[in-house]
């Protein structure tokens, strides 16, 4: 069936460096993709989307790809700041009507 | 200030104890939706709403119910709660289905005994 999953549980980063965190789907048909940030003890905050017509999107510090030949997608954070960490979540959205399916998350660790 | 919110935060409770889980968005958005987060599943949607009277399920609807008598309500309600309905929930909203922002409300914490 469907499925949106990340490659990589946990990633631990040196403060400055680059992050990316990456993410599989499987449905050919989404078209529409959000990438959130989820903080300890809080709900999850959007950060980026992209459609499926489009290949990259930038925001501040933040770009995301979306690579539909292998259906995949990445979130790209430029000189990652201690308040960076937090588990990240892709979505994708299958069909009208918000039916959005979330992977399991990445926990992101920024090390001073 | 534009938000979701969620009462209670925090919820113990036995097996079969009716219970209902508030949710209220201040925003006027047309969409409200329901999520269970579990360790290394993410977040499944349980129930949605694209307006006042419609409601649709999600992925994981069994053991929940739902109303959207008033736009800014979306009250998620468990009739008869069971261990495995313990979770941390959380209540989202949009401006309309399509509307790319979500809104999270600051989640509830359930545990069924």
């Known amino acids: 069936g469907e499925s949106v999953g990340l490659h990589l549980p946990t990633l631990s980063v040196q403060e400055g460096d680059n992050s990316i965190i990456n993410c599989a789907y499987s449905n050919s048909a989404s078209d529409y993709f959000i990438w959130y940030k989820q903080e300890s003890g809080k709900g999850p905050q959007f950060i980026i989307d992209?459609?499926?017509?489009?290949d990259k999107r930038q925001g501040q510090r933040v770009t995301v790809l979306l690579n539909k030949t292998v259906k995949h997608l990445s979130l790209q954070i430029a000189a990652t700041q201690p308040g960076d960490s937090a588990v990240y979540f892709c979505a994708e959205k299958i069909g009208y009507g918000q039916n959005f399916v979330f992977g399991p998350g990445t926990r992101l660790s920024v090390l001073p | 200030e534009a938000q979701v919110t969620q009462n209670p935060r925090y919820l113990i409770t036995v097996t079969g104890k009716k219970l209902t889980v508030t949710c209220s968005q201040n925003?006027?958005?047309?969409?409200m939706s329901w999520y269970r987060q579990d360790p290394g599943l993410g977040l499944r949607q349980i129930y949605y709403s694209m307006n006042v009277e419609v409601t649709d399920k999600g992925d994981v609807p069994e053991g929940y119910k739902v109303s959207r008598k008033e736009k800014r309500n979306f009250p998620l309600i468990l009739e008869s709660p069971s261990p495995n309905q313990t979770s941390l929930y959380f209540c989202?909203?949009?401006?309309?289905?399509?509307?790319?922002?979500?809104?999270f409300g600051p989640g509830t914490r359930l545990l069924v005994l």
């Open positions: 989202a909203s949009s401006l309309w289905p399509n509307e790319e922002t979500q809104y």
């Open positions: 992209i459609r499926s017509n489009m």
């Open positions: 925003m006027n958005h047309e969409y």
